[in-house]
């Protein structure tokens, strides 16, 4: 059985999350850690994070943990917190999901995602029931910190050029989903001699705004208001604001894949060469602009962790996925979106260009993302008929099944959280865009019929 799943803990309130299971889940993580261990806590603005993060503390100070409450925070400042004073983190968010939800993320003491082998220790306690319960005068301590938004802003400052951003005094539209980012990033681009204007910036667990993904259809506020206001770019980040999309000063929203082309290409000529690391489903525009640059590009399983600890191993210099979330190495090794907004700035002044010419000069492909259902329990016997069918293809098995050929690529993968199959294809030809999904998605449908 599993507790964790690919983003933590997550469920429903007054669902699967009840006081109980969340004093449990307390339980489980504190008898994990040494006694006394101290764990960094943090949460969006979710209108059930007192009383996640309630349960969840009974449970870790009956276990003899203290635990430091950094109040309301994006979850990249938690992890920064834990990085530099705990020994482990809990980020209390569901980050883009529904309101209705919330969840537990845990956080290794390096700042970075829990591996899988040690959320497996905690599943392990968790279904046993074997609770390291102390005595009275072991219970933890709960100690409220101030100033750890302050700390994670001045540490992103010191990273970037602050002088020559503030030089530029850019016009900056900031709509932060009522998330964790309205304590953060209005304040960030304010220090950074920005000109802000808010959308959605005040904390609101009912999300008033829009759903509190970054997608173009959730986004047409902070378009139309960078259009009136003559903005030199929008940011918009999730609800727990690990990551940021940008919006041109034209109003154009851009795709993640071209920020993280265009951030990839710049952080590769600082340095002058290097790797950077991005899941299989990452278009061929980033390792272009990469391998132009110098550089080049080292793919993985798809998921912000494993992007992470490939990076670690390689001493990538830079590493993101297409959906905005980058990660800077030299802060820490996970996604950042305060870090991603504070680069993108320091790009914009450097090159003395605007967003919309940054973005036009990088390599152009047509794209198509969908899905096809698939019963849970046929998934893997899809994806090894898959496999078997496609053998004579130029194919790469890292995650699912990605065909590569001149000037297109297919990635078929099935979901890790619903019942179905995902397909992401690219093509320089509009023309055999279309000819390939329409070829491939027709094949995975008769294998999932026959499976
Ligand atoms: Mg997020």
């Not at 690919?6 to 999350?17: A, S």
């Not at 917190?81 to 883009?96: R, V």
């Not at 993320?105 to 040690?118: H, N, V």
């Not at 047409?220 to 918009?236: R, T, Y």
Request: aromatic share 8%.
């Amino acid at each position: 059985m599993r507790l964790f799943g690919t983003n933590g803990i997550r469920g429903k309130i007054g669902r699967e999350f009840t006081p109980e299971f969340l004093a449990k889940v307390g339980l489980a993580i504190g008898s994990y850690l040494k006694k006394e261990s101290v764990v960094v806590l943090g949460m969006d603005t979710r209108i059930s994070g007192d009383m996640v993060k309630s349960a969840v503390v009974s449970g870790l100070l009956a276990s003899g943990i203290n635990v430091w409450d950094i109040g309301i925070a994006p979850t990249p400042a938690i992890q920064f917190y834990t990085k530099n004073h705990g020994d482990f983190g809990i980020a209390i968010t569901a980050s883009h999901n529904p309101p209705e939800f919330n969840g537990v993320k845990a956080i290794a003491g390096d700042g970075t995602e829990l591996p899988r082998e040690e959320e497996e220790k905690i599943e392990e306690i968790f279904f046993s029931g074997k609770f390291r319960i102390v005595t009275w005068k072991e219970v933890g301590e709960y100690r409220r910190i101030e100033g750890a938004r302050e700390e994670y802003l001045d540490a992103i400052i010191s990273r970037v050029d602050a002088e020559k951003i503030r030089k530029r005094g850019f016009t900056v539209v900031v709509d932060c989903a009522n998330g964790a980012a309205s304590f953060t990033t209005p304040y960030l681009l304010e220090k950074l001699g920005c000109r802000v204007i808010s959308l959605n910036c005040h904390p609101d667990g009912t999300f008033p705004g829009h759903p509190s993904e970054p997608k173009e259809e959730n986004l047409g506020d902070l378009v139309a208001l960078v259009k009136d206001s003559g903005a030199d770019l929008g940011i918009a980040h999730d609800g727990d604001a690990d990551r940021a999309i940008f919006v041109d000063e034209r109003g154009r929203f851009i795709h993640g894949d071209k920020s993280l082309a265009l951030v990839a290409r710049e952080v590769v000529k600082e340095h002058g060469g290097g790797t950077v690391v991005t899941p299989v489903s990452t278009s061929l525009a980033v390792e272009e602009v990469v391998k132009t640059a110098g550089g080049n590009v080292v793919y993985t399983k798809v998921g912000a962790p494993i992007v992470a600890r490939k990076m670690i191993e390689l001493d990538a210099i830079f590493g993101g996925e297409e959906n905005g979330g980058l990660i800077f190495p030299d802060m820490q090794f996970c996604r950042d979106g305060g870090m991603a907004v504070a680069k993108m700035l320091e790009i914009l002044a450097k090159t003395d260009k605007r967003m919309s010419e940054l973005i036009d000069e990088l390599p152009s492909y047509y794209q198509r993302k969908l899905s096809v259902k698939c019963p849970e329990e046929k998934k893997e016997r899809v994806l090894s008929l898959l496999k078997k069918k496609l053998s004579g293809e130029r194919m790469n098995t890292l995650d699912g099944v990605k065909i590569m050929d001149d000037g297109w690529w297919i990635l078929i993968r099935p979901s890790g959280t619903e019942p179905i199959y995902r397909i992401y294809a690219e093509a320089k030809e509009e023309e055999t865009l279309k000819e390939k999904v329409d070829e491939y998605r027709r094949i995975l449908e008769e294998i999932i019929k026959e499976a």
